[in-house]
Structures are given as structure tokens and as C-alpha cells.
């Protein structure tokens, strides 16, 4: 590993690209520490500690504590991440956009240019609803337009900028940029979220106890690990046999190849839904005070907040959970028939003269397909949800209460992969020697 990790500052570029990755993150890591002008930092802390919940823990941890700080990056790429899935949703819906999509690289450009300008407006919408609801409970003292207009230029400038910094690692760097932004937050909030487990777990506890919580701590952490990626690397491959032709004077044809359809199909995304889902009516009372109201709405919002699952004082609520599992379930059926096609795939392999051995190629095809997907993506929630189900148990019995939990382990293990496999590809380019070479 060490004699690899060499070999790539060695190349030049390949070393160039890897420091303008690190000199983003540390612009990043400044950016998370400058407060917004005209906010009272101490103020809010004091504001999230009453009114913590499932809906800012899930935000905080995806801005890496700078929504806690108040940080000219409170926003984070959350407007980014929520834009581009509403693109994803509205090719399928619009067919010009659609149209677009499949204009190859020219499509892609107007596709991200317009995500770009919806990311802009949801940021500047998330700004105005966090002035407003806000600095009326005391967030912004003494607020006037002026204070509310400034809250709401640097929230809306530091989401902007973020998404130019993770558009620039992509193009100048190496791996994702946007997903390498969002890990980078992720794994701010770690050594936080370790302190929490040490001092709840570890601290005042005699030695033996206290090694014995640990090295529990750290064994689920690493299953936990290994589990997501068996389910990041798990694949089926659908066999698929191409016919001999004659083009011209030659005979062209006759290979095998597959189809690999993933287990985990639909990434850490039905998570990413049902947390959002879940978490939106929280923001909304926070927002307007009425957090801790009775009767049947806080009933529900309190059922709807993770806080209260596996709480065995409050097993009630639980049925929130029941809730989110059904979301999650929906959403990775929801968003593979979006992305994958299965009679587009079946015509295109007939097209190619192509078959599936065994299966009549056409609708047999597409609907082997179908049974094939629908089979796997069960499988792939089912090891979703015991993934980020896990941590709210933990929460819920023994009050760990940390940020850090199963959809947090899923996107920075698939970004750290995704960005390896990019390195690796790089560099195999750079050192492959054609059979000319001695």
C-alpha cells in the first residue's frame, strides 16, 4: 500500500491533482469556521441543544457541524444534492428534458447548467425560511432587513460555492467532487461523535469495562464496514450471448458478456429520501416554534423523530421506524425503475443480436429482467435498512446519540472506493506497456 501510495506522487499530475484535492478540503474546513455576520453563534448552539432532533441531527451531519456554527456553509451541498435528484426525477416526467439527456455530452451540459441555477433558487429559498423562522426566535439579534438580508447573501453564496469547489475537484482533481465535499463533512463530525461514545460508554468505568465497551464499540463499527462493502461490491451478472453475423467479409460476433446488475442498485438514495421525508415536518415546527406542542401533532412529530425509536421508555413511537423502513423500501423500487429499464435494455440487446440463454429474446427478456431486479433490490434494501437501522437502535437502548450512523458509513465507503477505482485506473493507463514494449 505504502510502495503504491509512492508510485503515485511520483507521476506529476497524478501528484498535482491529489494536492488540489487536499487544498479544496482545507479551503472547506476554513469556510466551515466563519461565522455569517450578524448571527449570535452561542445563541444558536444553545437553541439546538433544546430543540435537538432527528431533523438538524440528520442536516448537522451532512454539513459537517457548520449548520450547528452557523458557518457561512450552513447550507452545505444539501441544495445541490436535493437539485440534482429533483433533475433526476423531472427527466423521466419532461420528455424535453429527457430529450436532452440522451444528447450525449452536450445534453449533460445544459442538464448541469440547469442544475446549477435550481440549486441557486433552493438555496436562496433555504436561506429566506432560516432568516425568517430564525432570527424571530432570537437568532439574529436586533434583526432588520439589512441583518436578514445579509443571513441570507452569505448562506446562498457559501452553497453556491461549495458546489463550484466540488464541480472544480471533479475537473481538476481526482474522484467526484460533490461526493468528496459531502464525505469530507461526514468524517468533520467523526472524532465529535467518538468523544460522545467515549465519555458515555468509556469514561469513569474501570478497565476492564471500559476496554470491553470499547473494543464492542469498535467491533460493530468495523462489521458494520465490511458489511457495506459485501453490499457496495455485490453484483448478479446476467449471462448474455451474442449470434455470429457477417458484416462485409468478415464474421463478427459470437462473444459472451453480462450484465452486471448491482445488489445495492439504488446507493445510499432511499435512505436519503426517507431521512428527508421523515425529517421535513420536524423543520417546519422547529422552524415555527412549535416543537414541543401537544395533543396529536406533537404525537406525530415525535413519533417521526429517531430520537424516540428503540427507546424501550418509549416504544410508542416506534412505529416511526416501522415508517421509515417502508419509505426506504419504496424509494429503492421507486428509484431503480427510473434509472433502469428493463425493456430498454431487452430491445437493445436484441437490436445487437443478443439473448439471455435460455430466455426468448424481447418481452421473455424484459420480463426475466424485471423478476431478476425485482429479487435483488429486496435484497439490497433488506442489508440498507439493518445498515442504518442499526445506529438508531444503539441510539435509542443506550442514548449513544451520535450523528454518525449507517447512511454515513454507506457514502463514505462508496466514495472512498469510487475514488480508488479512479486513481487506480489512472494510473494503470499511465504504466500499461503494449506488447511492442520490451
Excluded at 443480436?353 to 435460455?358: A, E, L, Q
Amino acid at each position: 500500500m505504502l510502495e503504491n501510495l509512492k508510485n503515485i506522487f511520483r507521476v506529476k499530475e497524478m501528484r498535482r491533482k491529489l494536492l488540489y484535492v487536499l487544498w479544496m478540503i482545507l479551503v472547506i474546513r476554513i469556510g466551515s469556521q466563519l461565522p455569517v455576520p450578524g448571527v449570535d453563534s452561542d445563541f444558536f448552539k444553545d437553541w439546538f441543544k433544546q430543540n435537538t432532533g432527528d431533523a438538524f441531527n440528520f442536516f448537522d451531519a451532512f454539513t459537517g457541524g457548520s449548520f450547528t456554527q452557523m458557518s457561512i456553509f450552513a447550507l452545505n451541498i444539501t441544495p445541490y444534492i436535493t437539485s440534482s435528484i429533483i433533475m433526476q426525477l423531472l427527466t423521466i416526467a419532461i420528455p424535453a428534458l429527457e430529450e436532452m439527456q440522451r444528447d450525449g455530452e452536450e445534453g449533460r451540459k445544459k442538464i448541469t447548467a440547469i442544475t446549477r441555477y435550481v440549486t441557486v433558487g433552493l438555496a436562496l429559498f433555504e436561506s429566506i425560511a432560516m432568516a425568517i423562522g430564525f432570527g424571530r426566535q432570537g437568532l439574529i439579534p436586533n434583526m432588520t432587513f439589512f441583518k436578514g438580508f445579509t443571513v441570507v447573501v452569505c448562506l446562498t453564496a457559501g452553497s453556491a460555492m461549495l458546489m463550484w469547489i466540488g464541480e472544480r475537484i471533479t475537473e481538476k482533481g481526482v474522484g467526484n467532487g460533490i461526493s468528496i465535499v459531502l464525505t469530507v463533512n461526514i468524517v468533520s463530525r467523526v472524532p465529535s461523535d467518538l468523544t460522545v461514545l467515549y465519555e458515555n460508554f468509556i469514561k469513569g468505568k474501570t478497565i476492564a469495562k471500559g476496554m470491553l465497551a470499547g473494543l464492542i464499540i469498535a467491533a460493530i463499527i468495523i462489521a458494520m464496514v465490511v458489511f457495506v462493502l459485501i453490499l457496495n461490491g455485490a453484483e448478479r451478472r446476467i449471462p448474455v450471448q451474442y449470434s455470429r453475423k457477417m458484416v462485409g467479409r468478415k464474421l463478427m460476433g459470437g462473444q459472451t458478456t453480462n450484465i452486471p446488475l448491482k445488489v445495492n442498485t439504488a446507493g445510499v438514495i432511499p435512505v436519503i429520501f426517507a431521512s428527508s421525508i421523515m425529517s421535513f415536518p420536524g423543520v417546519i415546527a422547529q422552524m415555527a416554534g412549535k416543537a414541543n406542542s401537544t395533543g396529536i401533532g406533537g404525537e406525530i412529530l415525535r413519533g417521526l423523530s429517531s430520537n424516540n425509536w428503540c427507546n424501550p421508555s418509549q416504544l410508542q413511537y416506534t412505529w416511526g421506524l416501522v415508517v421509515y423502513i417502508l419509505l426506504c423500501v419504496f424509494f429503492a423500487y421507486f428509484y431503480t425503475s427510473i434509472t433502469f429499464n428493463p425493456l430498454e435494455v431487452a430491445d437493445n440487446i436484441k437490436k445487437q443480436g443478443g439473448f439471455i440463454p435460455g430466455i426468448r429474446p424481447g418481452k421473455p427478456t424484459s420480463d426475466y429482467l424485471t423478476k431478476i431486479l425485482n429479487y435483488i433490490i429486496f435484497i439490497g434494501v433488506v442489508g440498507l435498512i439493518i445498515v442504518a437501522v442499526i445506529p438508531f437502535f444503539f441510539n435509542g437502548v443506550f442514548g449513544a446519540n451520535v450523528s454518525f450512523g449507517g447512511t454515513s458509513i454507506i457514502i463514505i465507503v462508496g466514495v472512498i472506493l469510487e475514488t480508488v477505482k479512479q486513481i487506480e485506473s489512472q494510473m494503470l493507463v499511465r504504466n500499461y506497456k503494449g506488447f511492442l514494449n520490451e
